[in-house]
Each structure stands twice: as C-alpha cells, then as structure tokens.
C-alpha cells in the first residue's frame, strides 16, 4: 500500500484506504516519466513506432497524516535543480519507451476502455557518448498533479521535480552483448518514475531494466495521445466497505499486474519483439523487483509465469499470498523497513510468506526506514527539504542499502556470482539487520 505524508500547510488529511491497510508512515514522494527517446513506441499485435512527446508519471492515491515540514514558496533553501544520485555501474545508460496495447485482455479497472494498455520504461547499459539529451524525469503537468494531491502546493514544486536530472541518454546505442532483464513494478498509486533511479543503477551494472505504469493505478497516468487516465483501481479500494473487501480488491491488483509482466515478456522477448534493441536482453535470465504492491507484483508474476527467475519485494504486504507451492525453488528477498517488517510485527503476511518460499530466501529490515525508502523519494525530498521524523535514515544511506542489496541478489540469482553481502551483517550497512537467516 502506498502513502504518502502531507506537509504542515497541508494539514493531515488521510484516506481510509491508507489508514486501514498502510502499517507505515512515509515521506513525501516523487514521480518520473517514462519517456527514452523523447520517443514512444507504440505496439501492439504490429509494432509500430510514432514520435511522441515524453509520457507520463502519476500522482498516488492514498494520502497519511502530516508529519513533514517544508519550505515556504520562494525560500532561498529550495535548490535550482534537483537530480537523482548517478549510478555507479560501468555502463553509461540508455533509455526507450514503449506503449504497449494487450488485444487479448480488457482493463480490468475500466471495461468500457477496452484493451489494456501498459507504458514501459526500458534502462540498458549504453556505449559512452552515444545518445542525445539526458532523459527527462517526468512531465510537468503530472508533477504538479502528484504534489497537490500530496499537499505540496509551493508553485515552483512541479517544475522542479518534472526536470530532475537523470543519468540516462535518449537515444543511446546498446552497449555490446546480451544482458538479463529486470522487471520493475512501481508501488499502488505510484508512477513508475518513482522507481528511475534503482533502474538506471542496475542498467550501469549490465541489465535490461523495463519498469511498467499499469494504468487506472496510478491518480494521473498521461497517455501519448496527451489522455489522462485516474486512478479507478483506487476509487475501487475506498468504495470498499472494510478492509477484507479492500484486501480482496489490491490482491486483485497484484494478480492482474502479473498478468500485465507476462505480457511485457511476450513482447519483449517473443518472436516479434516490441522493442527496437530487444537482441539485447537475454531472455534465459530474467527478474523482478516492486516496491509496495509492486513487490507483491513480483510473487504473483513468478507464480503465474517460470520465465521469471527471481523476485524482490521492498516493503510490499503480500495481499495476494505466496502460492502455498512455493516458488517452485526459485529465490527471493524480502526487504522492508524496521521493526513494521520485523518477523512477528504488524505485517503478518511476511511471516506467512517466508514459511512458504522454498528457495534461496533473505529477510532483511532496514533501521530508520521508512515505506519509501526504497524508491527515489528520499533524495528528491532531501533536495526541496522535506523531512519525515519516523523515518530518519538519510537518502544516501537509503540509495546505497537498497541499491547494494538489490544487485547483489540478482547478481546471485541471475548471474551465478559471489555475493557474500547476502551472508550476514556487515560494517558497511550496519543499519540492515538479517531476520530468520
């Protein structure tokens, strides 16, 4: 579940979705495109590729109470610009976009839409100096959208969070050779974007990173054609009468987003590929990672689909459960905050879901996290000077914990490489603590 924590201006609205279902409290957040080239592709049984204008990002649903302070309008602390840290891989990085259509299937959220519609950012290790621009975070429309609903309402806000600087190039060449592919799926409410600088660390580190937006899941994805679609999943969840019926409705929102990545897989790596470098990726290595119910995301997937090879939840609660089978012997991690994913604490379905992995497993909770601490969050409200007490851990330390340990699992998992960070508490993170090792 995804919320978000207001500043003081905005005093403390929450819906009941967050209040009922979100154990933990986070820091305001941001959003990023999904814009590569500046151009989207649109596919869908026949690729087709139009120039389009960069796409979108979202504003989440759910709200929590205030327990953040920022700048007034025009204070001289809010910076110029903000950027997100540099990745610190080899590769220089690249990145498309891809609008895919899904014929086969109607929005489950929106019937009378009709076919179900994904936008993929895609992140690959690029050759040096090739490409053009740096790729653009997210449009300005969508990021004064996602501040207003969070309560930031400082006008210049949305211009700066929409040109925050990436690494990525558009229109960058492939660096040479074949690479595994990382699935991203982004927290309920929450745009992709919010995941760009965990793909641009991974696609330094040599993989395909393709993060998907699932629309009517996020309060304000932007279509190429310029449509604004709201978040219905959510309108769904807040309609419900108690928290089975709101537990029913996002296990359905994880089951259906498995059924978007199996797609994605399709056209990725099928026999007529949606995307123009998809002899990059090697399809005999693949993973996924989510945060919130994008972590569930990555259970559900690799339950309904083996092409998946391994999966991470960041803080995510498993609304739909781990299958009772297992994983069919297939790792995962389960990295979250602490004590809220502390083995017996609020999120019981993390204990129901270790006793059921049956593979390489890690329970790792972070000390002084917060819910989002996973995502871009923390550096982009560390810049414009949000700060959440509850979740004190700074967007350094945020960025090198979630980054280190995410890649040194799909190191392991899909590369056969030592990662002895994997093996127990180290000095280097002394904040991650091993549960149930």
């Keep these: 579940m995804t919320i978000f924590l207001r500043n003081r201006r905005a005093g403390a609205a929450a819906t009941a979705t967050a209040l009922a279902l979100a154990s933990l409290a986070a820091l305001a957040g941001t959003a990023t ?4 080239s500046g151009r989207v592709t649109t596919a869908g ?3 087709t590729a139009t ?7 979202a504003a989440p649903k759910p709200a929590s109470p205030a327990a953040s302070a920022s700048p007034a309008p025009g204070d001289p602390a809010v910076p110029s610009a903000l950027t997100l840290p540099r990745p610190t891989g080899p590769y220089a990085t690249g990145r498309d976009t891809l609008f895919l259509t899904d014929h086969e299937r109607t929005d489950p959220w929106v019937p009378a839409a009709g076919a179900r519609r994904l936008l993929v950012s895609l992140h690959y290790p690029a050759r040096p100096g090739s490409g053009g621009d740096p790729a653009p975070y997210m449009p300005e429309a969508e990021a004064r959208l996602m501040l207003a609903q969070r309560g930031l309402d400082d006008p ?13 190039r558009t229109d960058a060449r492939p660096a040479p050779g074949r690479f595994p592919l990382v699935l991203l799926s982004p927290g309920f409410g929450t745009p992709r974007a919010t995941l760009t600088g965990l793909a641009e660390e991974l696609a330094s580190r040599g993989y395909v990173v393709a993060t998907a937006d699932h629309p009517y899941e996020s309060t304000g994805t932007e279509l190429p054609d310029g449509r604004v679609l709201t978040c219905a999943a959510c309108d769904e969840v807040d309609a419900q009468p108690d928290e089975a019926g709101r537990r029913k409705v996002l296990a359905a929102v994880s089951a259906g987003r498995a059924a978007d990545f199996s797609f994605l897989l399709d056209r990725l790596t099928g026999p007529r590929p949606a995307w123009r470098h998809a002899r990059t990726i ?5 993973g996924m990672a989510g945060h919130s119910i994008g972590g569930n995301a990555a259970a559900s997937t690799m339950a309904a689909d083996r092409r998946v090879d391994a999966g991470v939840t960041m803080d995510g609660t498993f609304f739909d459960p781990v299958a009772a089978r297992g994983l069919d012997g297939r790792p995962f991690l389960m990295l979250g905050t602490d004590p809220g994913h502390a083995p017996g604490a609020g999120d019981t379905s993390w204990d129901e879901g270790w006793a059921r992995l ?3 497993k890690r329970w790792l909770t972070v000390r002084d996290s917060g819910h ?3 995502t871009d969050t923390p550096a982009i409200g560390e810049q414009l000077g949000i700060a959440d007490p509850d979740a004190p851990l700074s967007a350094a330390r945020s960025t090198a914990i979630t980054r280190a340990y995410v890649t040194a699992f799909f190191d392991r998992s899909l590369r056969g490489r030592p990662a002895r960070l994997l093996d127990g508490p180290t000095p280097a993170h002394p904040e991650v603590l091993f549960q149930r090792p």
């Design 33 to 36: 495109p999904a814009s590569a």
């Design 45 to 47: 049984p026949a690729t």
């Design 51 to 57: 120039a389009l204008a960069p796409e979108p990002a």
């Design 156 to 168: 210049e806000w949305p211009g700066l969070v929409a040109a925050t600087g990436t690494s990525s």
């Design 282 to 286: 090697d399809a005999r290595r693949v």
């Design 358 to 360: 049956d593979g390489f």
């Design 372 to 374: 989002f601490t996973f």
